[in-house]
């Protein structure tokens, strides 16, 4: 995998494997694409799912012992009556360079969490074995350097000063281990995003920003950043956003004698702008996503949950559409309960959950639910035939189980 840095969006995680995360008792995501949708009702696993991915991150950002207490530590965080860590393996690829596989076991020990394993392997060739070029248990292990790390290679055993600590974020720091630096940029350059309409309509210190934060909270600070760095970029989204959201003539972001940035929506049809405390939930999510999603250099990863709160149905199809031309550069992963969202979708692109008999997530396709790829075929679409019940899991009144037979009026794969 080459630098992870943004460049282009070429890095993309192909395989996601949980075990004993909450609800997520051993699941799987297989040939994920580059934007995946996970649909399903309350309680179905859509965002512990979605908080994998905020927990790997702020292991990377934050640390591991911060990411396990703030979630609970492990008996908030484990899956109850499962054995063993908790496990999250990931597979991700860039052109050029094999699939990789990243593997984190975590438990608990006299309330401390530690890393019972950590290891980076690759298959060199079509026929070459898996090669762990990094393996480490407690903070003790080694790791093999270099571009290309190969069996031949000379393994290095460092030691790490705590269990608690990840090998791939320390060894990650260091120029002779360039692919486990590329995982850790990856990893450290996920966006997992928690935008608030609130946030937004706050008066941050003036001073360009180049990247939103989680809550939206300094929206403010990258319209200044655009305008002075990338105005083509804030044109686009100006453009998206007056097709969006009518009357919309601009945002401006303008610096108050108190140092504050003070961010103001300009109506077409009047001449002074209103402040952006008064512009509607909508508005902001919208301005919010747009920045988002047209970032100059936008994250490897965007996860978004449940885009459609406070957008018109109307505008969420032409929101998935922006999501998918995102991921030119980029890869999403978004949670959603908005049939209108799920039109715009195609099969592969969704992912089905519900719980079990035991109470454990559960997840399939909907390309490989019986029928559905049937009924998309002849024009249906996805969000059509999961209001009508036609999915047959996902549906808040149906607990639990998957379709055993072929849906109404299609043939059987």
């Excluded at 309330?111 to 070459?128: F, K, M």
């Excluded at 393994?155 to 990840?166: Q, V």
């Excluded at 260091?174 to 706050?202: C, K, N, Q």
């Excluded at 747009?290 to 406070?310: M, Q, R, S, Y």
């Amino acid at each position: 995998m080459k630098q992870a840095s943004h460049d282009g969006g070429r890095v993309r995680i192909e395989y996601l494997k949980v075990q004993n995360f909450r609800a997520l008792r051993s699941v799987e995501f297989k040939d994920l694409t580059p934007l995946t949708v996970l649909l399903g009702p309350n309680g179905s696993g859509k965002s512990t799912v979605f908080d994998v991915f905020a927990f790997l991150a702020e292991c990377f950002e934050l640390g591991l012992r911060r990411a396990w207490d703030k979630r609970g530590r492990a008996k908030e965080l484990k899956t109850r009556g499962g054995d063993g860590p908790l496990v999250v393996e990931i597979k991700c690829r860039e052109s050029g360079y094999p699939l990789i596989t990243y593997h984190l076991a975590v438990d608990e020990r006299d309330g401390r969490p530690i890393v019972v394993e950590e290891w980076l392997q690759w298959r060199r060739g079509q026929r070459g074995k898996p090669f762990r070029f990094l393996d480490y248990r407690e903070g003790q292990g080694q790791a093999v350097s270099g571009e290309l790390p190969d069996e031949k290679d000379k393994r290095i055993e460092t030691p790490l000063k705590s269990p608690d600590l990840l090998a791939v974020n320390a060894l990650g720091q260091f120029a002779e281990h360039p692919r486990v630096a590329a995982l850790r940029d990856f990893i450290t350059g996920w966006y997992v995003s928690y935008l608030s309409a609130d946030s937004a309509r706050g008066q941050p210190e003036a001073g360009p920003q180049e990247r939103l934060s989680k809550s939206g909270d300094n929206l403010a600070n990258v319209i200044q950043y655009l305008a002075d760095q990338h105005p083509q970029h804030l044109e686009r989204i100006f453009e998206v956003l007056r097709r969006r959201v009518p009357r919309i003539e601009r945002v401006l972001a303008e610096t108050m004698p108190d140092g504050r940035l003070l961010l103001q929506i300009k109506d077409a049809p009047f001449d002074n702008p209103v402040l952006a405390r008064f512009a509607s939930d909508g508005t902001l999510k919208m301005l919010a996503y747009l920045v988002l999603l047209h970032d100059p250099a936008p994250p490897p990863f965007i996860g978004v949950e449940e885009p459609e709160n406070f957008l018109h149905p109307r505008l969420l199809p032409e929101l998935a559409e922006e999501c998918r031309a995102a991921t030119a550069r980029t890869q999403l992963l978004v949670t959603t309960h908005s049939p209108f969202f799920l039109n715009a979708l195609r099969p592969e692109e969704v992912r089905v959950l519900w719980r079990d008999e035991n109470g454990y997530t559960q997840t399939r396709r909907a390309a490989d639910l019986p029928g559905v790829t049937e009924f998309v075929s002849e024009g249906a679409l996805l969000g059509h035939l999961w209001m009508e019940g036609q999915l047959g899991v996902g549906d808040p009144l149906v607990n639990e189980g998957a379709p055993t037979r072929p849906l109404k009026g299609a043939g059987s794969k």
